[in-house]
């Protein structure tokens, strides 16, 4: 017993050690990226944004299963809430803006789930095109509380921690925004790694086998659409911060559509997959669409082939499997 | 001793294209049974097991456990009363090693797959009991590969990890054996051996050497209706059986 102790122990800090090392990897790239793109901190704000959203497609459709080309209600949710207390409740803290924007999008995610997990297959792709279509709709009707087409504006954080202002460079959003990925990655990290996640991946696998092991699939899935609908969130929440505007784009198909393929050009099922594909495909966006604003979507649509075809699963994938081959690991 | 069966199914009736593949079929297990479920190919043997599960409504009929009638249950809810059934072909999960199955369905069992922080290996009473499956099915050597890396003899071994890992009253094994290569078969039959003496087991198999070396009691099934019921002895003398299945006797080496 005492070794099994002695091993569990030893299993426990090695664990500890792995969940330490790859957020200093992504905190090394994000102080790398702020002194190389001084002047694209908003870019890179963005991209962080859009990050949490990717990766809460990812919670849903890589490790449960699920395909959605929904989850921008969630994002756009979490942005409008965040949005509205600011400009309407004078919920001007930024930290307080976040909780909001997380709540909002967990909120969006339990709707999403209780409408989503009553069909399956084809059925279920089409009921997440309505969810988003739904909230689109009613947040462009509500356009007192949320300026319809033109916007929501009027949203003006204070200072963070009483401290820093959010500055014209957007130098404090980006490194919040750092804050906030690095937290939400160790937190799915173990969320992951936990029973509740290893029931979640066997449910994306085979859903039936979980249940002849005695698994609630429905509600386990639902469990996980509220924590992808607070990751989502709190993407739309620092969208709404560092903008300081929420249009109806962010709840949008085409943001949803957009966001799932960044997830499968990086790899579904993996975490480091998500931030792969995004960072991937919105930097490409970037310099691509500066050179040549026409051909962004050809070459977008080319990107996606070749990555289908030489890469399926994904470029992180393909990374890894290239690790695997040089260091002759499985 | 206490004689109410652990599992009844009483009248269960199902058609599949006006063909009855289940007809009012009535079976009862006590703790301790040990039953095969035998019938040639299409007999209704898996649809049996989907009835009882609740995979598939039956038309009519009931099923009890312990006395309890679960027809209003999801086939989660009869899982964790105790009836737990393996597949006829093997159905894991490709990405999990076989350490992850057996941990999933300790904590599955335990109620503890809902909690968002912890790792099993940091478990060390789940890592206790998922060493003690694994060693008694010989599988510890493998414990951290991928299913999908092993033979398939080993995969149906896992398939019985993930059934004894829920601790069931009932199990209900689905051919075992099928597509297990010959040689591997013995370490197969000493696991069934092993199997916890109050279990109550229906076993559906074609292999019918193993059979009779299991089976206290056979239970033939033919066109979805049960037509004997009692000794396995018996069984191999009646007319009926041998007409519908047990022809295979004469060269029981070779099953159907
Ligand atoms: N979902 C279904 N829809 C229609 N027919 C089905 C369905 N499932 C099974 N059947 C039919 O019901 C009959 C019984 O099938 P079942 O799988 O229960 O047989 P079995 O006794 O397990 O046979 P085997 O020994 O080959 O495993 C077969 O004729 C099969 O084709
Ligand atoms: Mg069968």
Redesign the pocket.
């Known amino acids: 017993m005492t070794v099994l102790e002695n091993e569990a122990e030893t299993a426990h800090k090695q664990g500890a050690m792995r969940l330490v090392a790859a957020p200093m990897l992504l905190l090394t790239l994000a102080i790398a990226g702020y002194f190389l793109f001084p002047d694209n901190l908003a870019l890179l704000t963005r991209i962080i944004a859009i990050s949490l959203l990717v990766l809460s497609i990812d919670l849903v459709t890589g490790i449960c299963g699920v395909a959605t080309l929904g989850q921008a209600a969630m994002f756009g949710a979490g942005a409008y809430a965040a949005g509205i207390g600011a400009a309407h409740f004078g919920i001007t803290d930024p930290l307080a803006m976040t909780v909001v924007g997380a709540f909002g999008g967990a909120l969006a995610g339990l709707l999403s789930g209780l409408v989503m997990l009553r069909a399956h297959g084809l059925p279920q792709l089409v009921l997440s095109i309505a969810v988003v279509h739904l909230f689109h709709e009613a947040a462009n009707k509500a356009s007192r509380w949320t300026g319809g087409s033109d916007g929501l504006t009027g949203i003006t954080p204070s200072p963070l921690l009483g401290l820093f202002d959010f500055d014209l460079w957007g130098r404090t959003a980006y490194i919040y925004g750092v804050f906030l990925l690095l937290l939400t990655f160790v937190a799915l990290r173990v969320i992951v790694s936990s029973p509740f996640g290893m029931l979640c991946r066997g449910i994306g696998e085979d859903a039936t086998r979980i249940e002849a092991m005695g698994g609630d699939v429905r509600g386990t899935m639902l469990k996980m659409f509220v924590i992808a609908g607070f990751v989502a969130g709190t993407g739309g929440a620092l969208g709404a911060i560092s903008t300081q505007v929420v249009g109806l784009d962010t709840l949008s198909f085409a943001l949803s559509a957009e966001a799932l393929v960044m997830l499968v050009l990086g790899g579904a099922g993996s975490l480091y997959g998500a931030l792969t594909g995004t960072v991937t495909f919105m930097w490409l966006e970037d310099v691509i669409s500066a050179a040549n604003p026409f051909h962004w979507m050809t070459i977008v649509g080319a990107l996606l082939i070749a990555a289908v075809l030489f890469a399926p699963r994904g470029l992180y994938g393909a990374v890894e499997e290239l690790a695997a081959r040089i260091w002759g690991r499985r | 001793m206490n004689r109410e069966p652990v599992f009844e199914a009483v009248g269960l009736q199902k058609n599949?294209?006006g063909?009855a593949?289940a007809d009012n079929i009535t079976l009862a297990l006590y703790a301790g049974d040990r039953v095969a479920l035998i019938?040639?190919?299409?007999?209704?043997?898996?649809?049996?097991v989907n009835l009882v599960t609740g995979n598939?409504a039956p038309s009519a009929g009931k099923v009890r456990l312990a006395g309890k009638d679960v027809m209003a249950e999801s086939p989660a809810m009869r899982v964790r009363r105790g009836l737990v059934r393996t597949f006829?072909l093997t159905r894991l999960f490709q990405r999990m090693t076989v350490a992850e199955h057996v941990a999933l369905a300790i904590l599955q069992r335990e109620g503890r797959t809902g909690r968002l922080v912890g790792n099993f290996r940091a478990m060390p009473n789940v890592l206790a009991e998922m060493r003690e499956i694994l060693a008694t099915l010989d599988l510890s050597l493998v414990a951290d590969r991928l299913v999908c890396e092993l033979g398939y003899g080993q995969q149906r071994l896992v398939e019985i990890a993930l059934a004894l890992a829920l601790k069931p009253k009932v199990l209900l094994l689905d051919?075992p054996t099928a597509g297990v290569p010959a040689g591997e078969t013995a370490r197969l039959e000493s696991a069934l051996d092993q199997l916890p003496p109050d279990l109550a087991v229906l076993m559906?198999e074609?292999d019918i050497d193993l059979v009779f070396r299991f089976a206290r009691r056979v239970v033939v099934?033919d066109a979805g209706a049960v037509i004997f019921d009692g000794q396995p002895g018996d069984a191999a003398a009646s007319a009926q059986v041998r007409r519908v299945y047990l022809g295979n006797f004469t060269d029981a080496r070779h099953p159907a």
Request: net charge neutral; proline share 5%.
């Open positions: 599949f294209g063909v593949v019938g040639p190919n299409g007999a209704g043997k898996t649809t049996f598939v006829q051919e559906i074609h099934l």
